[in-house]
């Protein structure tokens, strides 16, 4: 319902206004000279301004404010080359069904003097990355392009928004009667009661039910309502490697992560499944399994039906909020006395020795095992790991155990390099009583590492783990896996431990492998911006993945 306002002087003081009514707490920025009355508004506003050194690290914190809050996220950028450098940002946060907002600037639309110079349609260039892009071209019509854009980011599945401010239309003066709406409380609506009858029925038949947990189960009363399934049903559980910490992987019916899409212990376990209860996946996500013709029976339980792919195909579907069709099989289900799960619980044993295999390996340079256990040694409970893209998000998926949900950042939808950094820093903003770490490989961390002066500046507590190959590892991996010679994939690094200082960092460097875990706890207690670098034998990858597992999963 419309509220009547007072009236503001111009467009930009209408955004910001419309923005504070949304409950916009941070605008993460790198203005240019077409923001400059929305930056002048923006000082005299409840808005926090943060400062970026680059527009795509701006996008990746507002989409992890928005990942970790459910609220979106907003960044902003200049025309031309700032809007093109929120692309990576605009896809990061479409594709990981993260809630953000980008807005834009533009030269004058209505008399501009400077011809084409950096001017692009930039409306059309966000089309295929958003939810929703506009120009604003009337004053007299932003508070309802931003209510419908944060609508739109917000509603499941959510995802990145974008409007385009012109200079000329934020000096406009709307009209005194314009209306800045309220955001709607409409819920989301619940599965039909047939479609979760004839689940209940499916899972009454199955004898060896298996639920996988994925990216859009990573929800509060989500992962509420799915512990109680677990427990009331007894049904053992895997996730993927956005569903990580919704069930605390402690639980005695965790089977594990699916970090790779075949060959791994977890899919000795899918194969012995009759039925398969996929909640919260969607295709986006890197496939954990591959369905095939006349295989076992798989329900799909999401926010939206299930997009049809050849590795994806449903036989039923549940389509409605998450939290309320889990709590319906949780209730109606229970335990049923032909399901048998022996046959699973047998891959859990060999998935948990698997893991604990070489975790205190003492070898330096240390190995991903070593790393993944020490890291998980250091942090507390309700810490949260931020990890970038690289061959360490696999040793991490698999071998890190998440106690709660959002407590392991990761990407595993557009899988960008260069955002653990970005997304470390919003979950140290936003918690600053808990400990957090960004976990990035070297190749990662060079793509946003201006960012340590923007941590250092907001006097974030934070750790940056930088695991050093001097290589893009997960490319060279793959390069050996497909049987080409090793090349044009290694590189040098600059001395980290001078370039953390550089930013007023502090730096420190891993020489022995039992100084580690020692180093990263005096980090986290000390507080303020670290850096701790450590070298990586990836030896290990060819050892554990490409031999050990096909010989081990198969004795299964």
Partial sequence: MAKEQQPVGNGAELFIRALENEGVKYIFAVPGEENLAFLDALRNSSIELVLNRHEQAAGFMAATYGRLTGQVGVCLSTLGPGATNLVTAAAYAQLGGMPMMMISGQKPIKSSKQGLFQILDVVDLMRPLTKYTRQISNANTIPAKVREAFRLASEERPGAVHLELPEDIAAEQPARDTHIFQPSDARRPSASRKSLEMACDMLREAKHPLIMIGAGANRKRVSQALLHLVNVTGIPFFTTQMGKGVVDERHPGYLGNAALSAGDFVHCAIDRADLVINVGHDVVEKPPFFMTPGGKKVIHVNFSAADVDPVYFPQHEVVGDIANSVEYLAEHCGQCANHDFSGLMEVKKAVDAHLQERAEDGRFPVIPQRIVHDVRQVMPDDGIIALDNGMYKLWFARNYPAYDNNTV???????????????????????????????????????????????????????????????????????????????????????????????????????????????????????????????????????VFDEELAELTCRL
Wanted: overall charge negative; proline content about 4%.
């Fill in 409 to 543: 950042l990761l990407d595993n939808a557009l899988a960008s390099m260069g955002a653990g950094l970005p997304s470390g820093m919003m979950a140290a903003m936003l918690y600053p009583h808990l400990k957090v770490m960004a976990v990035c490989g070297d190749g990662g961390f060079m793509m946003n590492s201006q960012e340590l002066e923007t941590a250092v500046r907001l006097k974030l507590n934070l750790v940056v783990l930088i695991i050093n190959d001097s290589a893009y590892g997960m490319i060279k991996w793959k390069q050996a896996q497909e049987g080409y010679a090793d090349y044009g994939l290694d590189y040098r690094n600059p001395d980290f431990v001078t370039y953390a200082q550089s930013y007023g960092a502090r730096g420190h460097r891993v020489t022995r492998t039992e100084d580690l875990r020692p180093t990263l706890e005096s980090a986290l207690a000390e507080g303020g911006v670290h850096l701790v670098e450590v070298p990586v034998d990836y030896s290990e990858n060819r050892r």
